[in-house]
């Protein structure tokens, strides 16, 4: 089984990519049964990214290098949002609405985004088209922060602002 789950860390190895564990399933209330074997009794084998591996990867999506074009496609499709439409009830952190999502941005901005959130860790990954032509990936991780909702748009604010 490890073999066979490790492929998708030796292919990112052989593009380059280092630091990195991508080998398990996400879980929202945490691996289970011979999934949490292979995760480690000090969950020493979880999924790991650095920032710089999460910016590369969003930046290969966006440009259509990320496996191929039309895979790349169907990518952008997943992680478009609409920060602009209308919330309809306060739940749990929501993509559009929380995250980058949050920050205020000028009508026309459009946004791409994954984020992903514990009860320790707060990140997000954004690809953002400015409506006055600035493009950018923003990446922001966060440990200790994870029920902080505002700290990944006060920084998204901060970076827009500068662009702007």
């Known amino acids: 089984m490890m073999h066979q789950r490790n492929a998708i860390n030796r292919y990112f190895?052989?593009?380059?990519?280092?630091?990195?564990?991508?080998?398990?399933?996400?879980?929202?209330?945490?691996?289970?049964?011979r999934e949490r074997i292979f995760v480690g009794k000090t969950y020493d084998n979880r999924n790991a990214l650095t920032t710089d591996s999460t910016a590369r990867l969003l930046t290969e999506i966006v440009q259509g290098r990320a496996i191929s074009p039309v895979?790349?496609?169907?990518?952008?499709?997943?992680?478009?949002?609409?920060?602009?439409?209308?919330?309809?009830?306060?739940?749990?952190?929501?993509?559009?609405?929380?995250?980058?999502?949050a920050t205020p941005l000028p009508r026309g901005t459009k946004v791409w985004s994954k984020a992903g959130w514990t009860s320790t860790v707060r990140h997000d990954a954004a690809y953002v088209e400015l409506p006055n032509g600035p493009r950018f990936v923003l990446v922001t991780f966060t440990t200790g922060?994870?029920?902080?909702?505002?700290?990944?748009?006060?920084?998204?604010?901060?970076?827009?602002?500068?662009?702007?």
């Open 13 to 33: 190895l052989s593009t380059g990519y280092t630091n990195i564990n991508v080998n398990q399933k996400p879980w929202g209330d945490g691996p289970y049964g």
């Open 71 to 101: 895979r790349s496609v169907e990518m952008m499709k997943l992680l478009q949002r609409d920060p602009f439409k209308k919330k309809t009830q306060d739940c749990e952190p929501d993509q559009n609405y929380d995250f980058t999502g």
């Open 145 to 164: 922060h994870g029920n902080e909702r505002e700290i990944i748009p006060t920084i998204a604010k901060k970076i827009i602002d500068g662009l702007l």
